[in-house]
């Protein structure tokens, strides 16, 4: 395979070129771009905030001096806090466009992924509120693409009860075409599936009780189709046995057509399947049998319907879990909006640069190589020799 081009520094500090400074001309003593590239490289190598972009970017002056526009010295604490508060976090957001739409297309021609998961998920920063200025915590709701180990974007929400209005927005912001979109039961609405049909994904979506009488009906459905042993009806069915954390599970995949007579079947834009996950585990002893269920624009092909699953379920150990125990985000107590909102989206995407980085360390590991080794942390960077 030929090895792919590397990004210059030039070229990520073009990816800025567009996005205006904030701050007054007369405060513009150290250049917009370098602040930027400074921060990024700050929390690829451990920095938590200011505090840390600024007391990283001192021990690294050398560093930064030779590979960056800095005029002026390394800038103070108080400029990376201005310029990270004053920035308009959608904006600052879509700088990133062409670099996390490039690490896709890479990755997946690396990984030959040609339809991949794109698991739509909440993240409450637990300590990120402040009563005295009445901000209540940040929500976050955010694609994560688990095989391409991708940050895709974000939008941010007071509340969790907000996810339903802040997924179209999301998904406006992200490329869907040739994916499937997976979101959990909050989200699982006629007009998202019809955005998603419309901007030429697919999806599976999960049911529970906020569409009682659909989540009734294809429960009796598949119940009754059970009973006859599927008798007369196209189904898919897919085993899997995982052992692991003082636990054994085993899990039934099965995928069937979605009968036109569905309550609401033609409101359902793109509507082709059901799905049922039948989870069975042994914990202490006791056997403890689950079932979930899905509407789905996938074909029949029940392979596919499991690894959509899955991969939805990734989005809790690949970037949830690390962003709280190795980012240590729910401890963050960034509480300024536009600040901690722009803080939030460094940490998604520097962990997605070090998921592209072919070693084979853990992401805490790649962090300290980081800060250690200053070749390495411009190898992350740039994707040279990735």
Known sequence: MAKTK???IDEILSHFSFLEDPREEINRKHPFRSVLVIALMAVLAGAAGPTGITRWAELKKDLLSRVLDLPNGVPS???FRRVLMALNPQAFQLCFEAWVNSLREKAGERMKIDQPILAVDGK???RSHDEKKGLGALHLVSVWCGELGLSLGQVACE???NEITAI????GLVNVEGAIVTIDAMGTQKAIAELIVEKK????LALKGNQEKLHRAVIDYIDQQSVNGFEGIETRQFLSEERGHGREEGRAYIQMRAPKELPGFELWKGLKTLGVVVSQSVRKGQEVISKRYFISSLDLGVRNFARAVRGHWSVENGCHWILDVQYREDESRIREANLRENFAWLNRFSLSLLKQHKK?????MKRRCCGWDDAFLLQVLTGKDT
């Open 168 to 171: 179209p927005e999301l998904l």
């Open 360 to 364: 084979k360390d853990s992401v805490a």
């Open 124 to 126: 409450t920063l637990r």
């Open 6 to 8: 590397a990004t210059t």
């Open 201 to 204: 994904g697919d999806y599976v």
């Open 77 to 79: 604490k108080d400029v």
């Open 159 to 161: 509340e969790k009860s």
